[in-house]
C-alpha cells in the first residue's frame, strides 16, 4: 500500500553477505499470477530478469500494481551444513516485500508475511524433505501489490544455515563523550569469542587503534567495551565478534556522528525568514525566531494596524485588513546586546512565502499518533530551541479519525485525540502552527475516514479546531477516479479542497500528496497547493534518500515563492512509522546531504523523528541558521542540477543576496576529491570567488577558476559562493 518506496538498506551499519551466504542478487521476474509458477519444473528462461534490492518500478515496470512472481534458483552445498556447529536450521532472508509475499521452496510453502514494513526472515528444518542438498533448487516469491511500490526491497537477500553466532547481537552507542560497543548473547549457554574492535581514518584508511579482547559470556549476559572518549571527528569504527567454535563472525560498521553545527552565539541572532504570507482578514500567528542567551527581548518598529506583538515571547498576533506589502523591524535583545532585521507581512492570495518547516508525526508514530506523542514533540522543540530557528508547524499525519461521522457528516477525531481545538489553542499559545492530514477518497491511506464528499464539512472542523496546514493524500481517490486518466480527473478532488478552504476565515497552507502523478509541479499552483509530493514515501536508507532526492531535476522551473515541490519528509533522528521507533539508518554523511539537498530545493522541512527523543548530532543537524537560511530564501528559487556523473553531483541555487548555494555530492562509497570549475557551473562573472562553508559557518578563501572539496562517501560539501 506504500507508496513508491525505495529501497537497499545499507548504509549506517555497513552490512555485507557473510563468506557462506547463499547470496540471491536477481531472479527470474514474471508479472501475473499462476499456482504453477512455484514447481521447480516451470520454465522461466524465457522469463525476465530482475534485481531483488529495488522495486519494479526503479526496473522498467512503472505504476504496476497486482501479483508477480520472483523465481530465484540457487545450488544448496551440504558443506554450509558441515562447516555449522548448529546443523537444524536452515535461513531465508528475503528482508522486505511490497505489500505481500507468499514463499515457496520447490513447490512447499514456507511462509507468508502481509505489509510493507516488515522484514521477511523464515526458518526451515535442513531435514525437510523438499529441500535438495548438494543440488539445484528454486526459491518462489509470490508478490502481491495493492498500489504504489512494489517488489522485493530493503537490502541484501541470501540463504545461510542458522548459527551459534546468531545468539549474538553487536551494539554501538555513541554520546558526546564516548563511544561503546557492547556484545549481547540472547541465548541460555555461554558463548566464547575474540571482541576486536578498531578505531580508523576514514580519509587515509590508517587504523588508529585496536582493542583485542577474549570474551566469555554467559547466556544472557552483555559485555560493553569502551572505545573512544571524545567523539567529536568523523572516524570510522568497527566492532566484530569472533565465536571460538565456529570462528564465524558478526560485524558492524558505524560512523562517529560528527557534529559541523558551530555553538549558536550568545548574542541575540534573529533567524526568521524575511517574509510571510497571509490572506486579509485571516488570524496572523507568527513567532520571531531568535537565538541568543536568554532571556531575550524583542521589538517590532512599524507594527501594522490590527496586529499586536507579545516583547516576553516575539509573538505577532491579529489580522490585516488591506492587501499590500507591510515592512517592519524587528528587534531583539540580551544582556550581550541587540540586533535587528527587516521584515515583510506580504498580505494577499500566496500563502508559505518560504517552505514550511516543522514536524509531522508520520516517520516516527504512524498510525500510532496521538495528542499526547505530538505535544511531547512540541514541548521539545521549544525546549531544545529548534523554535528558535524557525522550526513552527506540528503536523499530525494519518490515524486521528473515527470511522464513523456524525449525524451531521462531521468527522469526529478518536480517542488519541480528545480535544482538538485545545491542542490547536495549545499549540498556538507557544507560537506553533498546527497541521492536519486527510485522503479526497472515502479512506485515508492507512485505511482511516477520508473527506470524499464531507469537504465542506471537514473544511468547516479544521478551520474550527485552527487547523493551519492540510495534507490532502491522494490514496483511496484511485477508486472514484477509476479509469479516467484525464489531468482534469487528477485535479478534481484537490479543486474541490482548495474551494472550500478558501471560504474558511483562517489561512491554511495546502500540501498535496499524490507522489508527483501527472507531473503536478506543472499545475499544483491551479488548485492553489503550496506544496506538492513530487515522489512516493521516502525511507531511511541511501537508496530511498538518493532516487528521491537526486531526481528532483525538473522542478526548479515551477517553484517560486508559495508554490514549492516536496519531495518528502525528512528521515533523521527516531524513526518507526508505528509503536517501536529506531535511529535512522542513514549515516551521519548521509543526514549531511539530506538536510543540504533539500535546503537546495527549497523543500518544505518536515521533521520525521520523534522531537523528544532528539539526540546531540540530530539537533545540531538541524539547527544550523545559514542551512536553513539557504531553504528559506525569499527569492523562492530551487537548485538546478549542474553536474551530474556516477560519482559526484553538482546542485546550485541561486539566492536573494546575488550568491549562490552549491552542493558538492559524492555518491560513492569513497573519500573523492572533487573539483568544480566556476567556467563549468556557469559562474562565469569573475575569476576569483569568496567561498563560505555553510555547515562549518566558516569562509575559506578566494578561489581563482575552481574550488576542490575531499568529500566523504555519500556526503556533501556545502558552499556560499559570493563574487
Ligand atoms: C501515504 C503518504 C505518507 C503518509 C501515509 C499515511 O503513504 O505518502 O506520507 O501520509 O500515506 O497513511
Redesign the pocket.
Given at each position: 500500500m506504500?507508496?513508491w518506496i525505495t529501497i537497499l538498506a545499507t548504509t549506517f551499519t555497513i552490512q555485507s553477505f557473510a563468506q557462506q551466504d547463499i547470496k540471491l542478487e536477481q531472479a527470474k521476474f514474471k508479472q501475473g499470477d499462476n499456482a504453477e509458477w512455484k514447481e521447480l519444473s516451470t520454465n522461466d528462461s524465457q522469463w525476465a530478469t530482475i534485481k531483488t534490492g529495488m522495486i519494479w518500478e526503479l526496473q522498467g515496470y512503472p505504476d504496476y500494481n497486482g501479483y508477480a512472481w520472483y523465481r530465484f534458483h540457487f545450488f544448496l552445498p551440504s558443506s554450509i551444513k558441515q562447516n555449522s556447529l548448529w546443523k537444524d536450521s536452515l535461513r531465508v532472508f528475503l528482508n522486505k516485500v511490497d505489500d505481500n509475499d507468499e514463499t515457496y521452496i520447490n513447490g512447499t510453502l514456507i511462509g507468508k508475511t502481509e505489509g510493507w514494513n516488515i522484514t521477511r526472515e523464515y526458518h526451515l528444518a535442513t531435514a525437510s524433505s523438499f529441500l535438495k542438498w548438494d543440488a539445484d533448487n528454486v526459491l518462489c516469491v509470490r508478490v502481491f501489490d495493492s498500489g504504489g511500490g512494489g517488489g522485493m526491497y530493503g537490502g541484501n537477500i541470501f540463504i545461510n544455515m542458522m548459527d551459534i553466532i546468531d545468539n549474538i547481537t553487536v551494539n554501538m552507542q555513541f554520546n558526546a563523550k564516548q563511544c561503546t560497543a557492547s556484545l549481547h548473547n540472547k541465548s541460555f549457554k555461554n558463548i566464547d569469542g575474540e571482541f576486536i574492535t578498531t578505531v580508523t581514518n576514514p580519509e587515509t584508511n590508517k587504523v588508529l587503534s585496536t582493542i583485542n579482547k577474549k570474551v566469555s559470556l554467559k547466556g544472557g549476559d552483555t559485555y560493553l567495551s569502551n572505545i573512544l572518549t571524545n567523539v567529536t571527528e568523523r572516524l570510522l569504527i568497527s566492532a566484530t565478534f569472533k565465536e571460538t567454535q565456529t570462528k564465524k563472525t558478526i560485524t558492524l560498521t558505524k560512523t562517529t556522528p560528527y557534529i559541523l553545527t558551530p555553538s549558536s552565539s550568545a548574542f541575540p541572532k534573529i533567524n526568521s525568514a524575511k517574509v510571510f504570507g497571509v490572506r486579509s482578514g485571516s488570524p496572523v500567528l507568527y513567532k520571531i525566531a531568535a537565538t541568543g542567551d536568554k532571556p531575550l527581548k524583542y521589538s517590532v518598529e512599524n507594527l501594522p494596524k490590527g496586529l499586536k506583538f507579545d516583547a516576553t515571547n516575539g509573538i505577532i498576533t491579529g489580522k490585516i485588513d488591506e492587501r499590500g506589502d507591510y515592512s517592519m523591524k524587528l528587534i531583539v535583545s540580551n544582556v550581550k546586546g541587540k540586533t535587528e532585521k527587516k521584515f515583510t507581512i506580504k498580505v494577499g492570495d500566496v500563502l508559505a512565502l518560504t517552505p514550511p518547516m516543522g514536524w509531522n508525526s508520520?516517520n516516527c508514530w504512524g498510525l500510532s499518533v496521538s495528542s499526547e506523542k505530538l505535544k511531547s514533540s512540541a514541548q521539545a522543540l521549544i525546549d531544545k530551541g529548534l523554535i528558535d530557528h524557525g522550526w513552527t508547524y506540528m503536523n499530525i499525519?494519518?490515524g486521528w479519525e473515527e470511522p464513523i461521522r456524525d449525524e451531521k457528516g462531521n468527522v469526529i477525531p478518536n480517542k488519541k485525540f480528545p480535544d482538538m481545538k485545545a491542542l490547536g489553542d495549545w499549540l498556538h499559545g507557544k507560537g506553533l502552527k498546527f497541521g492536519i492530514?486527510s485522503s479526497p477518497g472515502p479512506k485515508?491511506?492507512?485505511g482511516y475516514l477520508g473527506s470524499y464528499q464531507h469537504e465542506i464539512n471537514d473544511a468547516n472542523s479544521y478551520a474550527s479546531w485552527g487547523i493551519d496546514y492540510l495534507?490532502y493524500?491522494w490514496?483511496s481517490y484511485e477508486e472514484i477516479n477509476g479509469k479516467d486518466t484525464t489531468l482534469a480527473s487528477y485535479q478534481k478532488p484537490y479543486a474541490i479542497m482548495r474551494d472550500v478552504l478558501l471560504k474558511q476565515k483562517r489561512d491554511i497552507t495546502f500540501s498535496l500528496?499524490q507522489?508527483g502523478m501527472k507531473n503536478v509541479w506543472e499545475w499544483g499552483d491551479k488548485v492553489n497547493g503550496n506544496c506538492w509530493?513530487t515522489t512516493g514515501?521516502i525511507e531511511d536508507t541511501w537508496e530511498s534518500l538518493s532516487s528521491i532526492g537526486f531526481s528532483q531535476t525538473v522542478q526548479y522551473k515551477y517553484t517560486k515563492p508559495g508554490r514549492w515541490s516536496d519531495p518528502?519528509m525528512l528521515v533523521v533522528g527516531q524513526l518507526g512509522w508505528g509503536e517501536s521507533l529506531h535511529a535512522t539508518k542513514l549515516t551521519p554523511d548521509e543526514q549531511y546531504t539530506h538536510i543540504s539537498l533539500w535546503c537546495l530545493l527549497s523543500a518544505p522541512l518536515l521533521i520525521g523523528g520523534d522531537i523528544s527523543k532528539i539526540d546531540d548530532f540530530t539537533l545540531n543537524l538541524l539547527s544550523n541558521d545559514e542551512v536553513i537560511a539557504v531553504d528559506q530564501d525569499v527569492l523562492g528559487k530551487e537548485a538546478k542540477q549542474i553536474v551530474a556523473n556516477s560519482i559526484y553531483q553538482v546542485w546550485m541555487k541561486e539566492l536573494e543576496d546575488g550568491s549562490h548555494a552549491i552542493g558538492i555530492f559524492n555518491l560513492s562509497n569513497k573519500y573523492q576529491n572533487i573539483s568544480v570549475s566556476w567556467n563549468d557551473i556557469e559562474l562565469k562573472k569573475s575569476i576569483s570567488k569568496k567561498v563560505h562553508d555553510l555547515w562549518r559557518q566558516k569562509n575559506l578563501g578566494s578561489f581563482k577558476d575552481s574550488f576542490t572539496s575531499n568529500v566523504a562517501p555519500h556526503g556533501v560539501t556545502f558552499i556560499k559562493v559570493n563574487d
Open positions: 506504500k507508496k508520520w499525519d494519518d492530514y485515508t491511506c492507512g495534507k493524500d490514496c500528496c507522489y509530493r514515501d518528502d
